[in-house]
């Protein structure tokens, strides 16, 4: 079974970038600098921040659906992030060192099938999760925090 994961598209935060923190605080967004690295995955590159790298924390919504099964946490994404990382049949190297919860939705928003992938486990669970044909995407969250990481769509 192919899949993609796609990192979010810059253009959707690219007016947030450069903002005074009074502005971004108008929009409910805090710039932070990484302190560790792992610890700051940006959404849009899917890797994690540098050292000292500026990101922006803010508000997303990940499943934007009208079901029970609407979704939105925090994020972080780098300032000034131009590309979106994209990885066909293969997991970005941020998933390797974390535990992840992988849900599994249909066409319709509705959630259908969930797994738990410890660090390493997430190819072969996403896998397992595209064998049921009525999964049309999976979302991946940290476990712990709950927090999107990436949305993972059948090729």
Known sequence: MSYRIEGLAPTRFRGLFGLS??????????????????????RITLEDAELGESLLLLNHVSADVNTPYRSTHAIFVREGAQTAARFDDEVPPMFAGRTLGLRGFDSDG???GALLAMPGEADPKIRSLFERPEIAAIHAHNAALGCFVAKIERL
């Open 21 to 42: 923190e009074g502005e971004l605080a108008k929009h409910h967004v805090i710039r932070m600098k990484a302190d560790s690295k792992p610890g700051f995955p940006c």
């Open 110 to 112: 509705m959630l259908r």
